[in-house]
């Protein structure tokens, strides 16, 4: 397998070589209301989107290489931020924690902000990315609030017999209400990537009282809707590949934890489980037959599709959103855009912004081997967060 990966990034680079030198960066594609006022005057403030991408040039323009460069060995640059960790013990026993990683400097408008983050899957404070995102705010003067998805910390045990859930929001609702207690003067800004993505979306479309604390939210690279994205990853050899590589990734979690995922205590929740046929489970669609689709809840995977999927959700949401996704994601497929282009062209405070080039939670730019240690997505991000402030400020 080893050798086979390294043929293949032989490959890649390769023919990044080749597409180097043919065209240069362009702008991204932008979908939203074009009567909205509001978009109009956050495209002003914020002209990030307005201008070129540049990604690394030897290697940036592959989605595959970008992809694998931020899975495998994710970032030169990993700053060691000094955090508080908070806990909070759930009514069915799961023990859920967050860290809290304070502004290191006051943010330019005066006020009190906060950044709600959710990871992707699997993910936590402690993935790279997610510090590297983490410090880039902070020093933007953003309080940032990182949720640790149910099982993932090494040396955090869980304390209920069930593991995070690509739809389940009950985790992310709690440290809501804990961030508004320690902190009842900050807005909330909601950042999802990925798998995480889903998760804030569908949580401020659950109910409207969820989008109340919240001045805008951002989805990083989300897949929408669990059905299609899990036919996306079936569609070919190497999208298979990826596929099983997450599922391996989960399938670890599990083992770490197998002792109380699979008690007596987890068969009368959730009735017996075949653990053979768990850890046999090849893909993300057989693990959620397999375990997830019982641990939430549900009997037919299709209900719990839907009741999983942010895009059940939507209509509901009403405060500034900003979705972004890629053409050339190897996880998320193009063919699931159409859902956030829909409600982008139908809602006054959406903007969808597609890039062309970026994979999966990449957007490496700058220089030509050695990218810049802020990739275009935090930065993007972040101007986009600033304009929101700026905007919600003068209507104020």
């Known amino acids: 397998m080893t050798e086979l990966l390294l043929l293949f990034l032989c490959a890649v680079l390769v023919l990044c070589v080749v597409i180097s030198v043919r065209g240069g960066p362009v702008p991204p594609?932008?979908?939203?209301?074009?009567?909205?006022?509001?978009?109009?005057?956050?495209?002003?403030?914020?002209?990030?989107?307005?201008?070129?991408?540049?990604?690394t040039?030897?290697?940036?323009?592959?989605?595959?290489?970008?992809?694998?460069?931020?899975?495998?060995?994710?970032?030169?640059?990993?700053?060691?931020?000094?955090?508080?960790?908070?806990?909070?013990?759930?009514?069915?026993?799961?023990?859920?924690?967050?860290?809290?990683?304070?502004?290191a400097r006051e943010h330019p408008s005066g006020g009190d902000y906060s950044m709600l983050v959710c990871p992707g899957i699997a993910n936590s404070s402690e993935n790279p990315y997610i510090r590297t995102f983490a410090d880039a705010a902070v020093r933007g003067g953003y309080r940032v609030a990182v949720l640790n998805h149910l099982g993932v910390l090494a040396d955090q045990k869980l304390t209920s017999p069930r593991v995070f859930d690509y739809g389940s929001t009950q985790e992310f609702h709690h440290m809501v209400e804990d961030m508004r207690k320690i902190y009842?003067?900050?807005?909330?800004?909601?950042?999802?990537?990925?798998?995480?993505?889903?998760?804030?979306?569908?949580?401020?479309?659950?109910?409207?009282?969820?989008?109340?604390?919240?001045?805008?939210?951002?989805?990083?690279?989300?897949?929408?809707?669990?059905?299609?994205?899990?036919?996306?990853?079936?569609?070919?050899?190497?999208?298979?590949?990826?596929?099983?590589?997450?599922?391996?990734?989960?399938?670890?979690?599990?083992?770490?934890?197998?002792?109380?995922?699979?008690?007596?205590?987890?068969?009368?929740?959730?009735?017996?489980?075949?653990?053979?046929?768990?850890?046999?489970?090849a893909s993300l669609f057989d693990l959620?037959?397999?375990f997830s689709c019982r641990r939430a809840g549900f009997e037919d995977p299709d209900e719990y599709y839907t009741w999983g999927s942010s895009a059940t959700y939507l209509d509901n949401i009403t405060i500034p959103m900003l979705f972004l996704n890629t053409l050339d994601d190897p996880v998320v497929s193009p063919s699931v855009h159409g859902i956030a282009r829909?409600?982008?062209?139908?809602?006054?405070?959406?903007?969808?912004?597609?890039?062309r080039h970026g994979g999966h939670l990449g957007f490496y730019e700058g220089g030509f081997f050695v990218p810049s240690h802020v990739t275009w997505l935090e930065r993007a991000a972040l101007e986009y967060a600033g304009a929101v402030v700026t905007l919600i400020s003068r209507e104020r």
Request: one cysteine or more.
């Open 29 to 55: 594609v932008l979908y939203y209301r074009k009567s909205s006022q509001f978009v109009a005057g956050l495209l002003t403030a914020c002209p990030i989107f307005l201008q070129p991408y540049t990604p």
């Open 184 to 281: 009842p003067n900050s807005s909330f800004l909601a950042v999802g990537f990925s798998m995480g993505a889903n998760i804030i979306t569908k949580y401020l479309g659950e109910h409207p009282d969820h989008q109340k604390h919240f001045i805008c939210g951002m989805s990083l690279c989300q897949g929408y809707d669990i059905a299609s994205f899990n036919k996306c990853l079936e569609r070919s050899a190497l999208m298979r590949l990826y596929n099983n590589t997450i599922a391996k990734n989960v399938k670890t979690l599990l083992r770490r934890h197998r002792d109380v995922l699979f008690s007596s205590e987890a068969e009368r929740r959730y009735g017996k489980t075949d653990v053979d046929q768990v850890f046999n489970s």
């Open 288 to 290: 959620a037959k397999t």
């Open 342 to 355: 829909k409600f982008a062209e139908t809602h006054d405070n959406c903007l969808f912004v597609v890039t």
């Open 57 to 103: 040039r030897l290697w940036g323009r592959s989605g595959h290489v970008q992809t694998i460069v931020y899975s495998k060995i994710e970032r030169l640059y990993h700053p060691n931020l000094d955090g508080r960790r908070h806990e909070r013990v759930l009514p069915d026993g799961a023990t859920s924690t967050f860290d809290v990683y304070e502004v």
